[in-house]
C-alpha cells in the first residue's frame, strides 16, 4: 500500500497552476495598473533616448567615458567604435529598447536587493530564510520565469522586466549581505563605544565600508540583466535580444551575429563603466578642486542633455497627430513573418501606429485572446492549432481564411525512395528533424510516431525553422537521407526538389487554411483595421514571392513594401 502510494504523483503541477490562476485572478486590477505605469515609464525613456540624436548621443558618452577614465583612450575608443558600429548596422532603436530594459530591471533589483541583503546582514534568521530563495531564484531556468511574467502582465516590456528582476536580483543580495558581515568587528565595537544610534553605524561606517562589495554584486546584477533580453523577448521584449531570436529561428548566422556582438559591446561598455566607478580608494587619487568642478560640469551637461530630449520629445508628441495604434502578433515562420509584414505595411499606408510583435506560439494565441495584441494572420486551422482555438475560441473572433489550399506534413528530399509513411524503417538514422517544440505540427507529428507501427523507437528533434531548414540543406548538399516537418507554402520547396509523404492514417491532417483572428471588439474599436483584416486575402503564389525575397537577403519590411507596390490592386481591395 505504501508503496502505491508512492507511486503516485504529487499533483504539484496543477496546485502551481491552481495558484497562479488564482493570483492573476485575484490581482488583475493591480498587474493591469502596475503594467500601464511600466509601459508608460518604458516607453517615455525610451523615446527620450531616441529623440536625442545617435552621433550626439555617441559624442556624449565617448565624452563621458574619457574624463572617468582619468583621460585614457582604452574604454572612450572602445565606446565611440563599439556605438558607431551599432547605429552601423541599423541597430540604434534596437539598442535603445536593450538598455531601457536593463537600466529598469537593474535600478528595480538594487532598490529591492541592497535593503534586503541590509536586513540578511542584521539578522541570521532572515539570512537562513532567504538563502533557499536566492538559490532557487538562481538555479531555476530563466525560461520558467516567462510564464507567470505573461500570465501577470501580458505580453512586452513590463513582463521582460519582471522576468529579468527575479533572475538578476539575487548577486546584490548576496553582495550586500557579505559585505556588511565581512566589516571587522572591531570597527563596529569603535562606532558602539563613541555612541553611535543603529542609523549613523550603517551609514557612516558599515555601508562606506561595504561599498566596494556591494558596488560589485550591482555590476553583477546588471549584466544578469543584460543576459535576459534574449530570453525575454520571447515574450515581445523589443530590443537587440528579439534580433538574436529571429536569427536563431531562422539559421541566420550574418544576422546573429550582428545582434549578437551589439550586446557584446554594450556589455563591455556596461561592465567598464560600473568598474570605473568602482574603484578601491587605495587606488583614488585626492579629488582637487578642478576636478570636483569639472565633474559636476560633465553630470550638469548630462542631465541638460537628458532634459532637453525628454521636453523635447514630449513637445514633439504634442506636435504630432496622433496615430492610432495596431498590435499585430505573429509566430516566426517564415509563412508568418511575410503575411504579418503585408498587412503591417498596408495598414502603415493608411496612417496607423502599427506594431509587430513575435512571440512563441502559444504565447501569440494568448496575447490576441486577453486583448494585449489586436490580431494575427497565422492561426493554421482546422489541425495545426487545433488545439489552442479550442483553448480560446471563446475570447476571440475568427475572421476566416486568408490563405486557403496550405498543407503540413512529413517531407524528404525527391530522391529518396519513400514514398509513404509506412515506407519509413531505418532512413535519416530513425529521426524527424522538427521546428520549435510548441508548434502544432510537432503535435500532430508525435500523434504520427504512436499511430504508424514502423515508426516504433523513432525519435523527433526539436529545434527551431532555421535549424530545420539548415539540416534539410546539408543532408541534400550530401545527398543523405532526411525527414523533416514541412508545410506549404515555404520557400524551401521552390529552392529545392521535395516531396510530401503520404499520410493514409491522415493523423498529419490534410488541407488546410490560414486563418485571421483578431480580439473581441476590434470591429469597434478600430472598424476600419477590422475591415483591411477581414478582406486580406491572398495566394501561395503571392506569400512565397516575399518569403523567397526575404530569403534572398531582403528585409522583411522591404520584401512586403515591394510585393505591395507590384500589387496595388489586391492591396486596394482589402480596404473597401
Given amino acids: 500500500r505504501i508503496l502505491n502510494i508512492l507511486q503516485q504523483p504529487i499533483p504539484v503541477s496543477q496546485w502551481v497552476e491552481a495558484f497562479t490562476n488564482w493570483v492573476t485572478d485575484t490581482f488583475s486590477g493591480l498587474f493591469s495598473v502596475l503594467q500601464a505605469i511600466g509601459n ?51 541597430l540604434w532603436e534596437n539598442l535603445m529598447n536593450t538598455v531601457t530594459l536593463v537600466i529598469v530591471s537593474s535600478a528595480i533589483s538594487i532598490i529591492i536587493g541592497i535593503p ?11 539570512e537562513a530564510a532567504i538563502k533557499p530563495l536566492l538559490d532557487f531564484m538562481q538555479t531555476m531556468p530563466a525560461f520558467v520565469y516567462l510564464i507567470p511574467a505573461v500570465a501577470f502582465f501580458g505580453i ?16 546584490t543580495v548576496r553582495f550586500t549581505n557579505l559585505a556588511i558581515r565581512q566589516i571587522p568587528t572591531e570597527l563596529i565595537e569603535a562606532s558602539d563605544s563613541f555612541g553611535g544610534t543603529g542609523k549613523q553605524k550603517l551609514f557612516k561606517v558599515e555601508l562606506p565600508l561595504a561599498k566596494n562589495t556591494i558596488l560589485a554584486g550591482v555590476n553583477q546584477t546588471i549584466m544578469l540583466a543584460l543576459s535576459m533580453v534574449v530570453t525575454a523577448s520571447m515574450i515581445g521584449a523589443p530590443g537587440l535580444g528579439r534580433g538574436v531570436l529571429s536569427a536563431l529561428q531562422h539559421a541566420d548566422i550574418g544576422s546573429g551575429f550582428v545582434n549578437g556582438v551589439s550586446l557584446v559591446i554594450l556589455a563591455i561598455i556596461i561592465d567598464r563603466l560600473t568598474q570605473k566607478l568602482n574603484q578601491p580608494l587605495a587606488k583614488k587619487s585626492p ?3 578642478k576636478e570636483k568642478r569639472n565633474k559636476i560640469i560633465l553630470w550638469s551637461a548630462l542631465a541638460a542633455v537628458i532634459l532637453t ?34 498587412v503591417a505595411e498596408a495598414l502603415k499606408e493608411m496612417g496607423y501606429d502599427v506594431t509587430i510583435t513575435p512571440l512563441d506560439n502559444a504565447v501569440m494565441w494568448k496575447s490576441v485572446a486577453n486583448g494585449e495584441a489586436d490580431a494575427m494572420v497565422s492561426a493554421w486551422l482546422p489541425t495545426t ?51 520549435e517544440p510548441g508548434a502544432g505540427i510537432m503535435t500532430a507529428t508525435e500523434k504520427t510516431m504512436q499511430e504508424y507501427s514502423n515508426l516504433s523507437g523513432w525519435n523527433l528533434s526539436s529545434s527551431s525553422t532555421g535549424a530545420m531548414t539548415t539540416a534539410l540543406d546539408q543532408a541534400i548538399k550530401n545527398k543523405e537521407d532526411i525527414i523533416v516537418t514541412g508545410w506549404s507554402p515555404h520557400w524551401m520547396f521552390s529552392k529545392y526538389d521535395l516531396k510530401y509523404l503520404k499520410d493514409p492514417k491522415g493523423t498529419m491532417g490534410g488541407k488546410e487554411a490560414i486563418h485571421t483572428i483578431t480580439r473581441k471588439n476590434l470591429d469597434k474599436d478600430l472598424p476600419e483595421v ?25 528585409s522583411p519590411e522591404a520584401a512586403a513594401k515591394e510585393w505591395i507596390k507590384n500589387h496595388q490592386k489586391e492591396v486596394e481591395s482589402w480596404k473597401k
Avoid: C
Avoid at 156 to 169: K, Q
Avoid at 313 to 342: I, R
Avoid at 530 to 554: A, C, R, Y
Fill in 40 to 90: 508608460a515609464i518604458m516607453n517615455g525613456m525610451t523615446d527620450t533616448l531616441l529623440f536625442i540624436p545617435p552621433l550626439l548621443f555617441i559624442a556624449v558618452i565617448t565624452i563621458f567615458t574619457y574624463l572617468i577614465s582619468k583621460r585614457k583612450l582604452g574604454l572612450p575608443l572602445l565606446t565611440f567604435l563599439g556605438l558607431l558600429f551599432v547605429y552601423n548596422q541599423g
Fill in 116 to 126: 534586503l541583503g541590509i536586513w540578511m546582514a542584521k539578522s541570521n534568521r532572515v
Fill in 156 to 171: 512586452g516590456m513590463v513582463p521582460g522586466v519582471f522576468a529579468s528582476v527575479i533572475f538578476a536580483l539575487p548577486p
Fill in 287 to 289: 579629488v582637487t578642486a
Fill in 309 to 342: 530630449a525628454f521636453v523635447g520629445n514630449q513637445v514633439t508628441k504634442l506636435q504630432q497627430n496622433k496615430k492610432e495604434k495596431v498590435n499585430l502578433a505573429y509566430v516566426e515562420w517564415d509563412s508568418e513573418v511575410a503575411s504579418t509584414n503585408v
Fill in 385 to 435: 492549432h487545433a488545439a489552442l482555438y479550442e483553448e480560446y475560441k471563446d475570447k476571440l473572433v475568427d475572421l476566416g481564411p486568408n490563405l486557403e489550399g496550405v498543407k503540413t506534413g512529413l517531407v524528404v528530399p525527391s530522391y529518396m525512395d519513400a514514398d509513404s509513411i509506412e515506407d519509413l524503417s531505418d532512413q535519416a538514422k530513425k529521426t524527424i528533424t522538427g521546428i
Fill in 530 to 554: 477590422n475591415k483591411v483584416l477581414d478582406n486580406f486575402n491572398w495566394t501561395q503564389k503571392d506569400m512565397e514571392e516575399v518569403m523567397l525575397k526575404i530569403n534572398e537577403g531582403s
